[in-house]
């Protein structure tokens, strides 16, 4: 997979947005970004993922550069409730259904 | 809720042992695929299965084997139980093809080697 880079960490204030950045530079033409969290002791939730073009549904935003190198996940107003570890993964074109989970960014959002 | 459940929720067993841990896919999913997560790590895929075929495997002993059912329910198998073996399991069902990255994930089995 294309090597991500995420913070190890971050905090937001419950209500405000939330953005959570990954680096990707090494991403191919044709690699998809993705974007699962993983609340503590559940299994991973996927959240969105995207190309070139940005991205929005009921749970989040994503931005990609122009370049690809890098994006952003937004979660427009965070809860309590979005405290979690969120991980970017880019898997290999040619493998789908490997993920490779890096260490992720752990979010906590506080009251 | 994902529609994808695990069983057992929890399991403790002896070094040596041998383990079966099972999973029921989201209705219409015919893919599934594994993972283990040891304490504080992100998940590690073990393998994938496509129409009760292995597609895919990471880096694992061939003592890790699944099989997958024509419902497409999974079993993961792990044989000679090691210590570092105690992890979260995962397992996640997915659409094949372009939508395989797009997975579904169960509340995982939590497996205890000592």
């Known amino acids: 997979d294309a090597k991500t880079t995420q913070p190890p960490s971050m905090d937001c204030a419950e209500g405000r947005a939330a953005n959570l950045p990954c680096n990707h530079s090494?991403?191919?033409?044709?690699?998809?970004v993705y974007w699962y969290r993983q609340i503590h002791s559940q299994g991973p939730q996927y959240i969105i993922h995207?190309?070139?073009n940005n991205e929005t549904n009921e749970m989040a935003s994503l931005i990609i550069t122009e370049d690809r190198k890098s994006s952003t996940l937004i979660l427009p107003h965070a809860t309590l409730r979005d405290t979690a570890v969120y991980y970017c993964i880019v898997p290999l074109y040619n493998q789908g259904g490997k993920l490779i989970f890096g260490q992720g960014t752990e979010l906590s959002v506080k009251p | 809720e994902t529609g994808v459940t695990q069983s057992p929720t929890h399991l403790i067993k002896t070094r040596g042992q041998q383990v079966t841990l099972r999973c029921s896919s989201q209705?219409?999913?015919?893919?599934v695929s594994w993972y283990q997560q040891a304490l504080g790590q992100g998940p590690q895929f073990i393998f994938q299965?496509?129409?009760?075929?292995?597609?895919g495997r990471g880096n694992f002993p061939p003592r890790f084997s699944g099989l997958q059912f024509p419902n497409y329910s999974s079993e993961l198998n792990v044989n000679a139980l090691e210590l570092d073996d105690s992890a979260l399991y995962l397992c996640?069902?997915?659409?094949?093809?372009?939508?395989?990255?797009?997975?579904?994930f169960g509340p995982g089995t939590r497996l205890t080697v000592t």
């Open positions: 995207g190309l070139k």
């Open positions: 209705s219409g999913h015919n893919t």
């Open positions: 090494t991403i191919s033409g044709n690699e998809y």
């Open positions: 299965y496509y129409r009760e075929e292995e597609n």
């Open positions: 996640a069902s997915s659409l094949p093809g372009g939508l395989a990255n797009e997975q579904y």
